[in-house]
């Protein structure tokens, strides 16, 4: 039987926060989570999205989660209880959970990003499927952390056309690293502001959305975590993309090339996790 919530002695470390993403691997069969969502919302908390866990895109290789959550309770009074309480499943193979800061950006700045969408509509008309060196070659133009052959050849042969949700653990270093050496802003800076703003719009601009930024930390509990997410992260972005494929059409989005330099400056490590939901 395994604990989904940490222990009393870790109250403090959530610092009244009310949002918590989870990574599961939930034993095999016909397992929706639906009992775990379940006994969340004994608890007043609302599961916000469940995602099934397709494969790592970047990252260790190996698989290690079936699906994730988003889960908000009510107010903190709700999270001290459902600890007290507890909320177990026998379900469960491996966990990791964290207590998120959510960061959104404001929400006129998500609706001018969303004017510009006809822009991207004509710029990413009539694009060719790339194949697995083109596609290299893309990611070692823009450096830093990239995925494997491996991982581009599978992500190539996914070519299901309902929307795809792409899930960024996020660290970065503590000063950036520029080429030049000249610039002295922070790792977050560079990656959060000066890349991450013009990678969100390109991603608006395709007809995707955002789902959940936020700042994390350590996680609340940990049992059996793969090799690609384990540990501590400062941040995490959920992207909803209209289809996998689009995640290869960034490139031609205004600006987003002239970003990738701070992406590469701010960004010590990532994990992407691609997922998808069960339209049943």
Same mark, same amino acid.
């Given at each position: @039987? ?8 870790? !109250? ?57 959550? =988003? ?37 006129? =700045?998500?609706?001018?990003?969303? !004017? !510009? ?48 949700? @792409? ?48 700042? @994390? ?28 494929? =689009? !995640? ?33």
């Amino acid at each position: @039987m395994q604990q989904l919530l940490p222990n009393r002695e870790a !109250l403090s470390t959530i610092e009244n926060k009310t949002l918590f993403f989870y990574f599961f691997k939930l034993k095999k069969g016909d397992n929706n989570g639906a009992l775990i969502q379940k006994q969340f919302a004994q608890h007043q908390a609302k599961c916000l999205h469940w995602f099934n866990c397709e494969y790592t895109f970047i990252g260790d290789e190996t698989d290690g989660w079936t699906h994730a959550a =988003i889960f908000e309770f009510s107010n903190f009074s709700a999270v001290k209880q459902a600890i007290q309480k507890g909320i177990n499943s026998e379900e469960v193979e491996a966990l990791q959970a964290f207590a998120v800061r959510p960061t959104t950006p404001p929400k006129f =700045i998500l609706f001018l990003f969303k !004017l !510009l969408r006809p822009i991207g509509t004509l710029l990413n008309r009539g694009a060719k499927k790339l194949t697995v060196s083109e596609v290299l070659e893309m990611f070692e133009s823009e450096g830093g952390i990239a995925p494997t052959k491996n991982q581009i050849t599978r992500h190539l042969q996914n070519t299901r056309t309902s929307k795809a949700y @792409m899930i960024n653990l996020l660290q970065s270093y503590p000063k950036a690293k520029y080429e030049k050496g000249n610039d002295s802003v922070s790792g977050a800076t560079a990656y959060y502001k000066r890349y991450g703003l013009p990678a969100l719009r390109s991603l608006i601009m395709q007809g995707g959305d955002l789902i959940l930024a936020g700042r @994390m930390g350590e996680p609340i509990i940990e049992v059996n975590a793969p090799k690609a997410t384990k540990g501590s992260w400062e941040g995490i972005g959920i992207m909803e993309y209209p289809n996998p494929s =689009i !995640l290869f059409s960034l490139e031609k989005m205004p600006g987003y090339k002239k970003a990738l330099k701070h992406r590469d400056a701010g960004l010590e490590r990532t994990a992407l996790i691609i997922s998808k939901k069960d339209l049943s």
